[in-house]
DNA sequence: AAGACGAAAGTGGTTGA
DNA sequence: TCAACAACTTTCGTCTT
């Protein structure tokens, strides 16, 4: 329920409120999954298998013990060689299709475009091959990989964004993040905090002018060196609040922090070092 | 009443012996 | 491997709008 339309340029949300067909969460077993469905089943797919679970009979007959017709005959060959072939493949392949299908789950909720979703899956993919998800869970990997791929594609989102959004706790997704780093050998710069303002200007509903003046002055930051050692986020945030001060559009400290996701404390203090160094006179009380 | 402020103590990751 | 360290968080009492 958590869809947003992006525009791939700029990063401004388009729309909100598309639906989400999947479900939001994952049942390890039928029991669990009875148990926590509230709107009952979506689709029929027990009936001549949509999905992969059911088992289809050898004889050529539907439940009523009537002969198939041959169109159908065809179709339920066909299935029944998928489902030997999956059986044929091993664990690897098991391993994959749950993740595949963890990773579109988890990108469809937080509108990953389609090209970062394949990065994603490559990274998976790879991660696989050198022994990385043993041991850990899939979907932490998932996470991780999604999380690597946004930030490799200079369209990053906050490490607790993706934590919610796929139930693995921020530590063990940083955890599983960093490894893929080392193991996989990629190097992954400090996000920009740049790349952050659209997003964020969106749920603030700041007007464009608003942007331009965030990332003015986050380039300013950045060349007297207030950046360095800071988290991007709390950069980010406490520009776009001297930005919404600055033209007329305010928000609270409390608002920005919170689709930041950093404390006010920081947001303050970011604020705080960015008017002394700047010299932004008209918000600071000394003359 | 809500927002902003800043001090103080706690947390998890990084670094260097 | 461990301790020091920097940045951020949590919490809370106080001041400002």
């Not at 539907?62 to 299935?79: F, V």
């Not at 091993?90 to 389609?114: C, F, H, T």
């Not at 007297?224 to 033209?247: E, N, Q």
Request: net charge positive; with cysteine.
């Amino acid at each position: 329920m958590r869809g947003e339309r992006i525009c791939a340029g700029c990063g401004l949300v388009l729309s909100d409120h598309h639906i989400d067909t999947g479900a939001e969460w994952r049942a390890f077993s039928s029991e669990e999954a009875d148990a926590r469905s509230r709107v009952g089943a979506p689709m029929r797919y027990t009936v001549h298998d949509k999905g992969l679970s059911t088992v289809i009979d050898w004889r050529d007959r539907d439940t009523s013990g009537r002969k198939l017709s041959p169109s159908r005959r065809s179709e339920i060959y066909r299935l029944r060689k998928w489902q030997i072939r999956s059986r044929v493949h091993g664990s690897v392949d098991r391993n994959l299709a749950q993740a595949m299908s963890e990773l579109e789950r988890l990108a469809s909720q937080l509108s990953i475009p389609k090209s970062i979703r394949e990065l994603a899956a490559l990274l998976y993919r790879k991660s696989i091959i050198k022994k990385l998800v043993r041991g850990r869970s899939i979907e932490a990997m998932v996470a991780a990989t999604l999380y690597a791929a946004c930030r490799i594609r200079q369209k990053p989102r906050p490490l607790d964004e993706v934590a919610d959004a796929s139930r693995v706790d921020k530590k063990k997704l940083g955890q599983c993040y960093r490894l893929l780093l080392r193991s996989l050998k990629i190097k992954i710069p400090l996000s920009n905090p740049i790349d952050y303002i659209p997003r964020f200007a969106s749920e603030l509903s700041l007007s464009s002018p608003v942007q331009l003046r965030t990332v003015e002055i986050l380039k300013r930051s950045r060349e007297k060196g207030l950046t360095i050692g800071r988290d991007p986020l709390g950069l980010a945030a406490a520009a776009i609040y001297v930005a919404s001060i600055l033209l007329d559009e305010r928000r609270t400290q409390r608002e920005i922090a919170e689709v930041a996701r950093v404390t006010e404390v920081t947001v303050r203090n970011r604020y705080k070092e960015i008017v002394r160094v700047l010299q932004i006179d008209s918000l600071n009380s000394f003359g």
